[in-house]
């Protein structure tokens, strides 16, 4: 069964999130070319893991072999309401501080993300997957909210994209971490209050692939 899809444009919002603070000849703005992905490997270090839905040991990070993308992998990240639920059970989150290692010559930009999970939420229930991205040193955050409704007995999968035209990209010759805020919060709702409801990211193997979609382009000579 393929997961249910949401999606949600970025745009203007990753713009403003990663514009503060970068040098001129970082910024993607006019006519930006797209470059293939550099010939050597990226390296992504886990620097920070944090959080309620991603206790230690159960969390990591793989390159894909072209360079194109990241996964994150989730073993344990549950939010559930209702019946005999730990009342602080609701809400779990993830925080990732990312150290990203990239060839020189090159910069990046994160061009979407792909999130997946399972959800089972009762009448009057509602879920939402929330996201949050942002550089080190930067002053803004940018988000995007994901909502489902009870009755919901099905996988999911949600996607944020940006706007290739709107790409803001990572400051070339400076190391800047990239922080990633993910959230799971359900609730019981009034109408099937006494029954559990829950949204999962992972899956019945225990693990489900949270992936990131990079864009490349080579840093101005200097």
């Given amino acids: 069964m393929k997961p249910k899809r949401h999606g949600l444009l970025l745009g203007g919002a990753l713009t403003a999130l990663l514009t503060a603070g970068l040098p001129a000849q970082a910024s993607a703005s006019s ?27 159960t969390t990591a990070v793989a390159v894909s072999e072209d360079n194109e993308a990241f996964t994150v992998t989730y073993s344990d990240y549950l939010a559930q309401a209702g019946g005999t639920s730990d009342p602080t059970a ?23 993300a792909d999130y997946r999970g399972f959800a089972s939420l009762q009448q ?16 803004s955050t940018a988000s995007a909210n994901h909502p489902f409704r009870g009755p919901y007995d099905d996988n999911w999968q949600a996607t ?27 609730t ?11 949204m999962t990211m992972d899956s019945t193997d225990g693990e489900i692939s949270t992936v990131y979609h990079l864009a490349w382009k080579q840093c101005p000579a200097r």
């Fill in 31 to 57: 006519s930006p070319v797209f470059d293939d992905p550099p010939p050597d490997k990226i390296v992504i270090n886990v620097a920070t893991v944090n959080g309620s839905g991603c206790p230690q040991g």
């Fill in 90 to 112: 609701f809400r779990r989150n993830c925080q990732l501080n990312l150290v990203v290692h990239v060839p020189g010559g090159f910069t990046y930009a994160v061009a979407a």
């Fill in 124 to 139: 009057g229930a509602t879920g939402t997957q929330r996201a949050s991205y942002y550089f080190q040193g930067s002053s």
């Fill in 160 to 186: 944020d994209t940006t706007d290739w035209a709107q790409l803001v990209w990572a400051p070339c010759g400076v190391q800047r971490n990239f922080n990633i805020n993910t959230e799971l919060r359900v």
């Fill in 188 to 198: 019981a709702g009034s109408t099937s209050p006494g029954k559990v409801s829950f």
